[in-house]
């Protein structure tokens, strides 16, 4: 990694423990992402995040994840939480999308389902979001569409525009992650199920490890 190049983003997402949360911020994640949505395993209530949000506050950037909530449901969060980023992970249009960053004035990573290559059509009219996140096309009958511990083809991504802002989530966890990065070249990664020891109960000493093998991963030449 030379000084001109930019360092790879890591976000830990779907913490819910202090023991946890400290563990992300120790190991020196980036983003650290709290879940707003009641069938995830990951879910916290407003009150939870909010302790949570509190001590990651100005040693990570704190990410809410929602999921096709409404005006109300965000406004009640948001005002809780007071995340520096909201994280779009249902059906959103990108007139959605952009309706919430004028309304909540936070910027808006949007989450969209890549299988094969007709997927990453929708990529050019999302550019309304500060940033995208390409994550696995959950199953038929998955009952999330995140954090499901599936991966897609990276190679996918080798075509992109190159100046789409992009993160890249689903299947990563310690030893995938430098092969992904070497693939897709992301601005940075997202991890949750791949640093648990059973969905929702995340390992701290996995937590140290993928965040360890992300940064190997550029230092390496990964992105080079």
């Known amino acids: 990694m030379t000084a001109a190049e930019p360092s790879l983003i890591v976000k830990i997402c779907g913490l819910r423990t202090a023991e946890t949360m ?24 407003a009150a939870a995040a909010a302790v949570l949000a509190d001590q990651a506050r100005g040693r990570a950037e704190i990410v ?10 965000l406004a009640a969060v948001v005002e809780a939480i007071r995340p520096d980023w909201l994280q779009l992970h249902g ?6 999308v952009t309706e919430v960053r004028r309304r ?3 910027p808006v990573m949007k989450a969209l389902g890549i299988r094969d290559a007709a997927d990453l059509a929708a990529a050019a009219d999302y550019a309304v979001a500060d940033r995208l996140l390409f994550d696995a096309k959950p199953p038929k009958d998955a009952t999330r569409p995140g954090g499901n511990g599936l991966a897609f083809d990276w190679r996918l991504l080798a075509k992109l525009d190159p100046r789409l802002r992009f993160m890249l989530s689903g299947g990563l966890d310690p030893d995938t992650v430098a092969e992904a990065v070497r ?24 937590i140290a490890a993928f965040v360890r093998a992300a940064r190997a991963a550029q230092t390496l030449g990964a992105l080079a």
């Open 183 to 206: 693939i897709a070249r992301p601005l940075g990664v997202d991890v949750s199920s791949g640093v648990e020891r059973a969905p929702g109960d995340k390992d701290p000493a996995l």
């Open 104 to 106: 909540f004035g936070r």
């Open 91 to 96: 059906r959103e249009t990108p007139a959605r």
């Open 22 to 45: 400290e563990a992300a911020l120790a190991a020196g994640a980036d983003m650290i992402g709290l879940v707003s949505f009641a069938p995830s395993p990951r879910h916290v209530d």
């Open 64 to 73: 809410l994840l929602t999921v096709d909530a409404d005006d109300q449901t």
